[in-house]
């Protein structure tokens, strides 16, 4: 059976990942409060951001705002999207 983790993006009981996404305490708080699912949207949503923005990964900057683009993605806060963004409907 696999672990369940109260997200912090849907607040509900979902499954949790397999394994901490990134060393150190980041990674380990990712383990225990994002789910499977929400870190799947955020992979997606990044991935957008990323060749949307063309934005450069070895860049300091970079990462500085993509670390805090999650924070505000997870807390359901209003996060960056690219220009003329339009969410699927579900």
Not at 17 to 25: D, F, I, S
Request: charged share 30%; hydrophobic share 30%; net charge negative.
């Amino acid at each position: 059976m696999s672990r369940t983790v109260l997200c912090r993006k849907h607040k509900q009981e979902l499954e949790g990942l397999e394994r901490a996404p990134y060393p150190g305490t980041k990674g380990e708080a990712v383990f225990a409060n994002v789910s499977k699912q929400a870190w799947q949207e955020w992979l997606a949503h990044q991935t957008m951001m990323i060749n949307e923005k063309r934005l450069n990964l070895m860049d300091a900057s970079t990462q500085t705002f993509l670390s805090e683009e999650f924070e505000k993605f997870m807390d359901g806060d209003d996060y960056e999207r690219p220009e003329g963004y339009v969410p699927e409907e579900k």
